[in-house]
């Protein structure tokens, strides 16, 4: 069973430029999650997608970060404009149903802003 | 809302026993542990759901205590291989989302 894709690993950009990651769940997972994982944290949740629509968007900061989920599959998360607290790691992750199921994670995008 | 965990750090020999212990103060649907080490994405390690139950998964285990609304990870008979930081993620009644505590980073040394 293929895992939760995510591209790029790792992005480095300037203060106030912009950036997209990508994520491709694992196939029939109706659940996508995108925490953003700061260096010695827990991973923070930013959005949750069941199929199509959102969940929760509730830490995810409107102004500057957007998501979307096209066809309940495939998802991106934007950036615009980055800012030097937006380094960290953003991990997608997907499972089965939402609740009480397994999360699986990918790899993750290490962000730096510089 | 953030679940929060304790302690936040271990070190151990190898063959020593651990516990972590998890704690909400919403009242909780389920408990998933996860494990991540250094550079990696966390790893599901188990899930407990309402109705205090325990599992097991070789060596390590979990319970979850509802009316406390608190959860404790026990590593037992520690391997080097259990290194890394666990985080317990809960899920709050009628709600879909997994929220995950700052983390325990378990170091276990020869």
């Known amino acids: 069973e293929a895992g939760v894709a995510q591209s790029p690993r790792y992005k480095i950009i300037e203060k106030r430029q912009s950036v997209a990651f990508w994520c491709n769940p694992i196939s029939g997972h109706a659940t996508l999650y995108w925490y953003q994982q700061i260096l010695g944290q827990g991973p923070k949740l930013l959005i949750q997608f069941q199929n199509n629509g959102v969940v929760d968007d509730s830490q995810l900061p409107k102004d500057r970060f957007s998501a979307e989920r096209l066809k309940g599959v495939d998802s991106t998360l934007k950036i615009q404009p980055a800012k030097l607290e937006d380094s960290a790691v953003y991990l997608c992750?997907?499972?089965?149903?939402?609740?009480?199921?397994?999360?699986?994670f990918g790899q993750g995008t290490r962000l730096t802003v510089v | 809302q953030q679940p929060v965990q304790s302690p936040q750090a271990v070190i151990l020999r190898e063959g020593e026993d651990a516990v972590i212990n998890c704690s909400s103060s919403k009242a909780l649907y389920s408990v998933h542990w996860y494990r991540q080490k250094h550079g990696e994405a966390p790893v599901f390690l188990m899930i407990?759901?309402?109705?205090?139950e325990q599992k097991g998964h070789d060596k390590i285990s979990a319970s979850f205590n509802e009316k406390k609304q608190q959860s404790s990870l026990y590593l037992t008979a520690s391997q080097l291989s259990y290194s890394g930081t666990y985080f317990c993620?809960?899920?709050?009644?009628?709600?879909?989302?997994?929220?995950f505590g700052s983390g325990t980073r378990l170091l276990v040394r020869p």
């Open positions: 407990l759901l309402k109705g205090g």
């Open positions: 993620g809960t899920e709050p009644d009628s709600s879909y989302k997994l929220i």
């Open positions: 992750a997907s499972s089965l149903m939402g609740q009480n199921t397994e999360a699986f």
